[in-house]
């Protein structure tokens, strides 16, 4: 009774990661089958109570981990004019944290668009993404901003400092995710490529301006439907992350174990030293034996998803 309901789903870095902290462009995909689903109604009682996976109690009690969600919330409930509101929020996720997944700014989408529904209101994209970014710089510091338009935008996109476009999709894309059962640490990949540009700032640099070619060059083969020039993109992403240190001898072997079972593709995706990696597979046959030989590579779970022309 009186309850509202807002969704996010997941989103996968298909280029650009970490070159993306330096002002160069970055491509995201949204991951449609993985999402979270948020349950709002104001509060019966006297104070703001959350539901999750996390913590379960008064918002003002709630843990470290859940500052993220309660900035979120706070932002949202300003947003709709009604900042001093006691509401109820039930949030249940499929999407794994600390995979690079963005986990956190779909949880802080689905929050801001529960509340927006509880007000019978919509927020227009710019101010969800400023309630979103307000989540965000408590979950993660000084994010890109790329996680708050990826979970938010139901197409690939293609984000540069702070702007996301909206990529016009060529032929339809089908790329398993496979977890590589590590938590990603994006901070320490973050400050490791830092440490290691400041050192050697000419082969690092041009390091990273080859990432941004790359990604430009995808982006029009993503409009073009050019799937094996997209696949051998994705491969020399892949090398030249494992050569910023953010590689690991696991999303290696998942990468090979890809490439043995006929991707056009494979890289990891995110900031890495865990987390994912993400394959093109050529159609939903291959996927399914795509996911099937990543499984047997150690993946513990892997996740099939599509991107199709508007
Ligand atoms: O690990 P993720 O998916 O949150 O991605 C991090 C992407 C980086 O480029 C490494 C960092 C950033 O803030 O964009």
């Not at 779909?106 to 927006?116: F, G, I, K, M, Q």
């Amino acid at each position: 009774q009186g309850t509202t309901q807002g969704f996010a789903h997941a989103k996968a870095i298909l280029f650009g990661e970490h070159a993306v902290v330096y002002g160069s462009p970055a491509v995201a995909v949204p991951l449609h089958g993985l999402g979270v689903q948020t349950d709002i109604r104001r509060s019966p009682h006297q104070e703001t109570r959350i539901e999750s996976q996390l913590f379960s109690g008064n918002a003002q009690t709630a843990p470290e981990p859940m500052g993220p969600v309660v900035a979120g919330l706070n932002a949202a409930l300003k947003a709709a004019g009604n900042p001093d509101a006691e509401v109820e929020l039930l949030i249940r996720s499929a999407i794994p944290h600390s995979r690079g997944l963005g986990s956190s700014a779909a949880v802080a989408t689905s929050v801001a668009r529960a509340v927006a529904n509880l007000h019978a209101t919509v927020f227009d994209e710019n101010t969800l993404h400023e309630i979103v970014q307000a989540a965000e710089t408590v979950a993660h510091g000084r994010p890109s901003g790329i996680d708050a338009w990826a979970v938010a935008k139901p197409a690939p996109i293609r984000f540069q400092t702070g702007c996301a476009q909206t990529i016009d999709v060529g032929q339809r894309l089908v790329f398993v995710l496979a977890d590589s059962g590590h938590h990603g640490s994006t901070a320490e990949a973050v400050g490791g490529v830092r440490a290691r540009r400041d050192a050697d700032p000419v082969r690092i640099g041009g390091m990273i301006d080859r990432l941004a070619e790359i990604t430009d060059s995808a982006v029009d083969n993503i409009r073009s439907g050019d799937r094996g020039a997209i696949g051998a993109l994705m491969n020399e992403a892949h090398g030249l992350l494992g050569s910023l240190g953010v590689s690991t001898p696991t999303l290696d072997s998942l990468v090979d174990a890809a490439t043995a079972a006929g991707a056009w593709g494979a890289k990891l995706t995110g900031g890495g030293l865990g987390g994912c990696v993400l394959a093109l597979a050529d159609d939903d046959d291959s996927a399914e034996e795509l996911a099937e030989a990543l499984r047997k590579a150690g993946a513990p779970r892997t996740w099939t998803t599509e991107v199709r022309p508007t």
